[in-house]
C-alpha cells in the first residue's frame, strides 16, 4: 500500500470518527474501508500511526485484551482535518523531498573541456594500472621460472655428476687392474728373461 493511500485512509478514519457523536469498535473501521482486502491488524496498525502523530486526535478506550478497542473523535479531530489531515502533511513532504532533491540536481555541471580533461586522466589511469599489472604478472612469471630451475637443476645436475663419478670409480678400478696386470706383466717378462740365456 502506499504512501498516500494509507495518508487517505487516516483522513477517512478520521471524518468517520468526527461524523459520530459516540464510542465505537474498530471493527467498524475495518468493515466499513478494508474489509476483506486487508486484516483488522492493518486498522490497528494504522489507529498507532495517528496515535503516535498526535495522541489528541483521537479519544482511545481498551478492553477486550486490547489496547485500541474503542473510539471516538476529540475536539482536535476537526481542526486537524480542515487543516488539511495525513493527506496534505504528506503531499508538503513529497515536496520538500522534491525541492531537496532538485538543490542536489542542480550542483555545477562539468564543462565539455573539464569532461575531455576527466577522460584523459581516466585513460592515463587505466594505461598506467594495465602497465603495472603486466609488470606484476610477469615478475610472478619470473619468480615462477626461477624456483622450478632451481627446484629441477639438482635432479638433473646430480644425475651427470653421479655418471661422471661412477665412471671415474670404474676408470681406477681398471687402473688398478691394468698396474696389476703390467706387473704380472713384467714379471712373467722378466722371468722369461731370465730363462732365456743369452
Same mark, same amino acid.
Given at each position: 500500500?502506499?504512501?498516500?493511500?494509507?495518508?487517505?485512509?487516516?483522513?477517512?478514519? +478520521?471524518?468517520?470518527?468526527?461524523?459520530?457523536?459516540?464510542?465505537?469498535? =474498530? @471493527?467498524?473501521?475495518?468493515?466499513?474501508?478494508?474489509?476483506?482486502?486487508?486484516?483488522?491488524?492493518?486498522?490497528?496498525?494504522?489507529?498507532?500511526?495517528?496515535?503516535?502523530?498526535?495522541?489528541? +486526535?483521537?479519544?482511545?478506550?481498551?478492553? !477486550?485484551?486490547?489496547?485500541? &478497542?474503542?473510539?471516538?473523535?476529540?475536539?482536535?479531530?476537526?481542526?486537524?482535518?480542515?487543516?488539511?489531515?495525513?493527506?496534505?502533511?504528506?503531499?508538503?513532504?513529497?515536496?520538500?523531498?522534491?525541492?531537496?532533491?532538485? @538543490?542536489?540536481? !542542480?550542483?555545477?555541471?562539468?564543462?565539455?573541456?573539464?569532461?575531455?580533461? +576527466? #577522460?584523459?586522466?581516466?585513460?592515463?589511469?587505466?594505461?598506467?594500472?594495465?602497465?603495472?599489472? &603486466? #609488470?606484476?604478472?610477469?615478475?610472478?612469471?619470473?619468480?615462477?621460472?626461477?624456483? =622450478?630451475?632451481?627446484?629441477?637443476?639438482?635432479?638433473?645436475?646430480?644425475?651427470?655428476?653421479?655418471?661422471?663419478?661412477?665412471?671415474?670409480?670404474?676408470?681406477?678400478?681398471?687402473?688398478? @687392474? !691394468?698396474?696389476?696386470?703390467?706387473?704380472?706383466?713384467?714379471?712373467?717378462?722378466?722371468?722369461?728373461? !731370465?730363462?732365456?740365456? @743369452?
Amino acid at each position: 500500500m502506499s504512501e498516500f493511500f494509507k495518508a487517505e485512509l487516516k483522513d477517512k478514519f +478520521l471524518e468517520y470518527a468526527h461524523g459520530r457523536d459516540d464510542y465505537f469498535e =474498530v @471493527q467498524l473501521l475495518y468493515d466499513e474501508f478494508l474489509r476483506p482486502n486487508y486484516s483488522l491488524q492493518y486498522v490497528e496498525k494504522l489507529l498507532r500511526e495517528i496515535i503516535d502523530h498526535d495522541h489528541n +486526535l483521537l479519544d482511545i478506550m481498551s478492553g !477486550n485484551g486490547v489496547k485500541i &478497542f474503542m473510539l471516538s473523535s476529540t475536539a482536535y479531530t476537526e481542526e486537524f482535518l480542515e487543516e488539511g489531515g495525513f493527506k496534505d502533511l504528506y503531499i508538503e513532504e513529497e515536496e520538500r523531498w522534491d525541492i531537496f532533491l532538485e @538543490q542536489l540536481s !542542480n550542483t555545477r555541471r562539468l564543462s565539455s573541456e573539464e569532461k575531455a580533461d +576527466l #577522460g584523459r586522466t581516466e585513460k592515463a589511469i587505466y594505461k598506467r594500472e594495465r602497465l603495472l599489472l &603486466f #609488470g606484476l604478472i610477469g615478475a610472478v612469471a619470473c619468480s615462477f621460472l626461477f624456483t =622450478v630451475y632451481s627446484l629441477l637443476k639438482p635432479l638433473f645436475l646430480e644425475t651427470e655428476v653421479s655418471r661422471i663419478v661412477e665412471i671415474e670409480k670404474k676408470l681406477e678400478t681398471m687402473e688398478h @687392474q !691394468n698396474k696389476g696386470l703390467r706387473q704380472e706383466l713384467d714379471s712373467v717378462l722378466q722371468l722369461y728373461e !731370465n730363462k732365456i740365456p @743369452q
